[in-house]
């Protein structure tokens, strides 16, 4: 298994398709955090007190709407309450412009792009195979069949969380260059059901970015999956990348019935539950885990039964 997963890691090392995708990765990075330190004029810095207190007021007014909802009601007074220990602790709020803003920010625009090269990378690397003839040198092999299955799965899965290392990796060292590493040792407000509790920033990040790598996993599993059963890696792409298009904005329409919410991107970002309310009403973080733990084992099902059981056309 080891000399196979060393195999197909030589192969993506190899291809120079491998380091674009990477150096576009750094280089939209670096080119996003240029705009958002340099471009335009830079307006007069207020005073983040007096900034919260004005959102304070704002909040009261919307809290004090009786046509709002209950959960973003709930929501409302969640931010009331952090804002209030901003003020009495006198701990500023995470800004736009600042270390940490920007490599939340970063991920927001970055993740739909380092899923896209996911995509392209799984629905490549079992197709191609047989689309190139070189499956036969594969199958020779003493090496049973989803050995090889799972090597190429795993490397894949390695070079999706590589570009993601990168991502945060780029992204902290450019925030602070160009903001400054002053905020770095400042704490994380969390507030969790009302009680609220100072965590470590970097803690927070990588939390952060690890929920995101969810989506990912399960974007890289599903064109896994495509490629593995079609055999084409054009169609395992362009599935892959429509999905990915128009998964959540299909998935918004559809949020009026209550099956929604077993639907796989009503479930993928995690951070909901975090940052927000629950697409749909009564979802649980529980609930969404074991949502996506169904599809994953599906999708990985799929891809043993597909590249194992059928026949190699000669």
């Known amino acids: 298994m080891i000399n196979l997963i060393r195999n197909e890691n030589m192969k993506l090392a190899h291809s120079i398709s491998t380091w674009i995708m990477v150096g576009i990765v750094v280089i939209m990075i670096v080119a996003v955090g240029l705009v958002s330190r340099f471009a335009g004029t830079e307006a007069p810095k207020s005073d983040w007190k007096t900034d919260v207190i004005t959102e304070n007021e704002s909040i009261n007014k919307n809290i004090d709407n009786p046509e709002i909802s209950e959960n973003r009601k709930a929501n409302l007074t969640k931010q009331l309450q952090t804002n209030e220990y901003h003020l009495e602790h006198n701990i500023e709020p995470i800004q736009g412009e600042s270390l940490w803003g920007f490599v939340e920010g970063i991920a927001k625009v970055m993740i739909s792009l380092i899923s896209l090269f996911a995509i392209v990378m799984a629905g490549g690397i079992v197709a191609n195979e047989f689309s190139g003839g070189t499956i036969k040198l594969l199958l020779i092999r003493p090496s049973k069949r989803w050995k090889i299955l799972l090597s190429k799965y795993i490397s894949v899965m390695g070079y999706t969380l590589l570009m993601f290392l990168v991502l945060l990796v780029v992204s902290s060292l450019v925030g602070g260059i160009l903001f400054g590493f002053k905020e770095a040792s400042m704490p994380f407000i969390a507030n969790s059901n009302g009680k609220i509790t100072e965590t470590n920033m970097i803690v927070h990040i990588v939390q952060l970015y690890g929920l995101q790598c969810i989506s990912l996993v399960m974007m890289v599993t599903l064109a896994f999956m495509i490629s593995t059963v079609f055999r084409n890696s054009a169609m395992a792409i362009g599935i892959g990348v429509f999905l990915l298009t128009v998964g959540t904005t299909v998935t918004m329409l559809l949020l009026k019935?209550?099956?929604?919410?077993?639907?796989?991107?009503?479930?993928?970002?995690?951070?909901?539950?975090?940052?927000?309310?629950p697409l749909v009403k009564g979802m649980t973080m529980t609930f969404s885990i074991i949502v996506l733990l169904v599809y994953f084992v599906t999708f990985n099902v799929i891809s043993y039964i597909g590249f194992t059981k059928r026949d190699i056309v000669a």
């Open 257 to 277: 019935y209550d099956w929604s919410k077993y639907i796989l991107f009503a479930n993928v970002d995690l951070n909901q539950y975090i940052d927000g309310e």
